[in-house]
């Protein structure tokens, strides 16, 4: 499975901005799905989850109730929406995909979302 990360950008504080990952396999539609950010000098940290199906989404702290993960299986694509930015989001974002939580096989390029103040 390869996935291609897209849609990252400039934005002012408090702006939104939509990032999609397409995944080059329909076998896609059965995994896990995972967005994660490395910010400069930083590790790379968790930021929401969902199973193939839709349900139990997950997501970090600090973007809970201001980010939003979804995805369309006929499009092979998963979303990260994002609103209310904050200049912490800013950091470059990938998607990953594997069987379970935690267990990431396959891993797209990254887009870089910056928030500006």
């Known amino acids: 499975v390869q996935l291609q990360a897209s849609g990252g950008g400039t934005v002012q504080t408090g702006g939104s901005l939509r990032v999609s990952c397409v995944a080059s396999?329909?076998?896609?539609?059965?995994?896990?799905v995972g967005w994660f950010r490395q910010a400069p000098g930083k590790e790379r940290e968790f930021v929401a989850a969902m199973r193939w199906n839709g349900y139990r989404k997950s997501y970090a702290d600090s973007v809970k109730g201001r980010f939003t993960i979804s995805r369309d299986n006929a499009q092979n694509t998963v979303y990260l929406q994002m609103n209310s930015l904050k200049p912490e989001d800013t950091a470059v974002y990938y998607c990953?995909?594997?069987?379970?939580?935690?267990?990431?096989?396959?891993w797209g390029q990254g887009t870089l979302v910056t928030v500006s103040s």
């Open positions: 396999a329909r076998t896609f539609n059965t995994y896990v």
């Open positions: 990953g995909a594997g069987a379970d939580y935690g267990n990431y096989d396959f």
